[in-house]
């Protein structure tokens, strides 16, 4: 890093255990090594964490996607947090490549919790100073916190991917966003890959259980790119590949940010016509989870590029247009 912080303070970087494999990759590509920190459990399960160096006056970053088990890392990161404000850090900044609980933004019916808010409130509370996420579920969330809230995009690594890879040719792809809510996501990579669109219209009758509908628009004859933001029981993913096959899609591959993969995900996404389902390492995968049909991508450079820039006091707004060339979009991140 070109040491351009107003501040004296120095950068600390912190792992905990939700993707420790991601958070080596960030430090290693930041060139820096990872803090001194020991998280343990007491026999009845408690969480104990001590932090094994001085942090006084220093700018910390806290790596912790609260993926699976979700209250276990949230719990863990919101106690890391407070131990850092205790020890006296100049600024924490906690850097969330999946932020957990973000399915619940409103109140959809009456009696409901909007437990996204309350989380950001908990984060706060314990001494958070900035937070740093990939891919909300919900953007509005971002309103829910009264600090600096940096949201990159997944998206272009995906196009990337396509566009190094797959060298597939624009007139012959379709990019489809599987419900209504995901129309923005699936016209950002849509621009990136310059194809154009479709939507699947579907009725969910219940958490979890999705039944398609419609699809809106032409995919027949041509590779369809699902997107999604996140994969938990791969019902909706399934279903609209399965859909789009039946419409006389040429093929079908998924690809989303997040691999939740929770409960029959694995068997459904082995079983189904996709061929590919692309995803990023902002959770860790199990081994029984690593199929040949789930490529995974890191996002490891781009959380790294907005930490040093968040740290040097840079915008992030032109992280995209600086590390990916051929993807000549500006995305406004501040």
Do not use: W
């Not at 932020?99 to 808010?117: C, H, L, V």
């Not at 790119?225 to 279903?239: C, K, Q, R, V």
């Amino acid at each position: 890093m070109s040491g351009q912080h107003n501040d004296e303070a120095s950068f600390k970087l912190f792992a905990l255990n939700s993707n420790r494999p991601l958070a080596q990759k960030i430090a290693d590509f930041i060139g820096v090594e990872l803090g001194q920190l020991d998280v343990t459990q007491f026999s009845d399960g408690e969480i104990k964490i001590n932090i094994e160096e001085s942090i006084r006056g220093d700018d910390v970053y806290i790596i912790q996607s609260t993926s699976y088990p979700v209250s276990d890392n949230l719990l863990e990161l919101l106690i890391m947090i407070d131990a850092c404000r205790r020890a006296s850090a100049n600024s924490i900044n906690v850097v969330i490549p999946y932020f957990g609980y973000a399915r619940q933004d409103r109140k959809a019916k009456p009696r409901e919790p909007i437990t996204s808010k309350l989380v950001a409130n908990m984060l706060e509370m314990a001494g958070a100073s900035r937070v740093l996420t990939l891919d909300l579920h919900a953007a509005q969330i971002q309103g829910f916190f009264d600090i600096p809230v940096d949201h990159l995009m997944g998206a272009p690594l995906l196009a990337n991917y396509f566009l190094e890879t797959k060298k597939l040719d624009p007139e012959e792809i379709v990019v489809v966003s599987p419900d209504h809510g995901g129309v923005t996501r699936a016209r950002k990579l849509a621009e990136f890959l310059k194809a154009p669109i479709a939507i699947i219209d579907k009725r969910r009758p219940k958490a979890n259980v999705a039944e398609v509908m419609n699809i809106i628009g032409d995919i027949e004859g041509r590779h369809a790119i699902i997107i999604d933001d996140m994969i938990d029981t791969a019902g909706t993913i399934t279903l609209a590949a399965q859909a789009l096959a039946d419409a006389g899609a040429k093929s079908v591959v998924a690809c989303c940010t997040h691999p939740v993969l929770s409960g029959p995900a694995i068997d459904r996404l082995d079983d189904s016509v996709l061929s590919e389902v692309v995803v990023t390492d902002s959770i860790e995968l199990a081994d029984e989870k690593r199929i040949d049909k789930i490529k995974q991508i890191t996002v490891a450079e781009l959380i790294a590029e907005a930490i040093i820039r968040i740290y040097e006091n840079r915008s992030v707004s032109p992280l995209f247009k600086d590390k990916f060339k051929g993807l000549q979009q500006s995305l406004d991140l501040d």
